[in-house]
């Protein structure tokens, strides 16, 4: 009795939520809800291409050190990149002395203690410590920007839908607003206009603003706003995810160690679970059929019953 009134309960709510359901898909089909103005003036990130696409993608370094110094030159000012270290920039093909002496020529310092004084001090970064934020904390660096916070990019490519795309767009992005934008979403004060951004109006001003803004040392391609962009893209794809193209040279090895494994496995099942003849009990011993008739005999001839 009270295992038919449990399944009486539990088919009464399977039939509360399939009308559920069902009313909402059709409420949704006869009243669709109102385009929002972000939804028709927003763009997705445009198709880039970068090194490090596919399965086999690697790092480009020397984009990647073009990217850092646009970081350097252009973002720093601004935005943090908190849980990156001076010293990792190894692996991007720096020397340990070029990279004792960005973290010496770094424009903000790093947090000390005075040891004579126990007050709080700076001190100039050296290759262990992390990128300092440029603001002592979160309320100077919204005063600083019209109350707005800039974001630290170590993770930003891995953040955002899109990643190194979604920077690339956004840098390059900035344009006027259309005409048929309604009032009330056209950037008003500090903001400015880029369809790349989710609401549209982002309070960061372009930070790339000409071509050749950025120096590029002989042997590279010309610092267009463009490729500056794509640069920074990379390079903050790195800092997101350095271990990307190890991680894609340690994939083949286990593709044909796990292609291999696959082949043993169905061979092995082939061998000893396929079919009805492999799971058939060979009778040996007594059981044999030519033992049994034998025995049968001897007991026929001793007058043995059974």
Known sequence: MVR??????GLGFVAVAA???????????????????????????????????GPFGRYDRQQLQR???????????????????????????????????IADQWPV????????TGEPATRKAIPADHFPTPYANETAGRAANNNALPPDLSLMAKARDGGPRYIESLLTGYQNPPGHLPA????????????????LNIAMPPPLTADGQVTYAPGNPPAT??????????????????????????????????????????????????????????????????????????????GVAG
């Open 19 to 53: 009308w559920a359901l069902l009313w909402g898909a059709i409420s949704y089909i006869k009243e669709p809800p109102p385009a929002s103005v972000e939804h028709e003036f927003h763009q997705a990130p445009r198709d880039v291409a970068f090194s490090f696409d």
């Open 67 to 101: 990217g850092f110094q646009v970081y350097r030159e252009v973002c720093a000012a601004c935005h943090s990149l908190q849980y990156v270290a001076f010293r990792n920039l190894h692996d991007l093909g720096y020397s340990e002395a070029e990279v004792r002496a």
């Open 4 to 9: 038919l009134f449990g399944i009486i309960v």
């Open 225 to 302: 706003r463009q490729q500056m962009a794509h640069d920074v893209a990379a390079f903050l794809m790195w800092t997101a995810e350095p271990n990307l193209g190890t991680r894609h040279m340690m994939g083949i090895p286990v593709l044909v160690f796990l292609i291999f494994a696959t082949v043993l496995g169905y061979m092995a099942y082939q061998q000893v679970w396929h079919g009805p003849t492999s799971r058939r009990v060979r009778a040996t011993g007594v059981l044999d059929p030519e033992n049994m008739a034998k025995n049968e005999d001897a007991k026929r001839e001793a």
């Open 109 to 116: 310092q790093v947090p000390s203690i005075n040891p004579e």
């Open 184 to 199: 009330e979403n056209r950037p008003s004060g500090t903001l400015h206009y880029n369809p790349y951004f989710a609401n």
